[in-house]
């Protein structure tokens, strides 16, 4: 039987080591906080939001490239204190107006990994796709006013990455990102935002 080099079996072990890593499944859960931009959503809801999370699965199709799918949900609220408010028939009314909006995007999302074989891995990403968008306005217990509607979002995003153990898709992320979402109702011109978010991730096939 013929001995097989030294250097043939550990080119191998490294090339069947980088092989493994690229083609790897990954699945990060999310949880974010994100804070309204522009004046006229201020002007809707002015509070930071807390309630956010959401899912990507993603494919390494190198050790610097992973692209993906990700959605999610964040939730926007603020109740303001009761006084007149002018409704849609010119009537006045005298009522505690509460603000929901509700932002679902589902989108394709590429990342570039800056250095993915360190302890800390810098990324960049961006998000391209839509966004399901949920707006209700509350005069006391009723709903004075709702929309639903679909439009583009993006989302780009940097952050860091910390593996469990080096070599390994399983770690723990934060990340800031830019939330684009254009919105045209009741005088929103959008709801953009900028959120901060931390992530686990893991892979779904060894």
């Given amino acids: 039987m013929k001995k097989i080099p030294m250097f043939l079996l550990l080119l191998g072990i490294v090339f069947g080591h980088l092989e493994a890593q ?33 899912a990507e699965l993603s494919y390494r199709i190198s050790n610097q490239f992973s692209a993906g799918l990700e959605s999610g949900s964040q939730v926007f609220y603020e109740k303001f204190p009761r006084q007149l408010y002018k409704t849609t028939d010119g009537s006045d009314i005298s009522a505690v107006v509460t603000n929901n909006v509700q932002t679902v995007p589902i989108l394709l999302k590429g990342q570039y990994w800056f250095a993915p074989d360190k302890s800390v891995q810098p990324f960049l990403s961006l998000g ?22 679909f439009g583009f979002a993006a989302r780009p995003e940097l952050g860091l990455f910390v593996p469990f153990r080096k070599g390994t ?38």
């Fill in 169 to 206: 898709p399983a770690g723990i992320s934060v990340s800031a990102a830019y939330n684009y979402m254009p919105f045209n109702y009741a005088g929103i011109t959008n709801l953009n935002s900028v959120s901060g978010r931390i992530g686990i991730s893991f892979p779904l096939e060894q």
């Fill in 128 to 149: 391209l796709g839509g966004n399901i968008i949920t707006y209700k306005q509350y005069a006391g217990e009723f709903s004075s006013d709702s929309k639903s509607k």
């Fill in 22 to 54: 690229q083609n790897t499944l990954s699945l990060k859960l999310n949880y974010s906080t994100a804070t309204p931009l522009g004046s006229s959503f201020k002007d809707l809801v002015s509070k930071t939001s807390f309630a956010g999370f959401g």
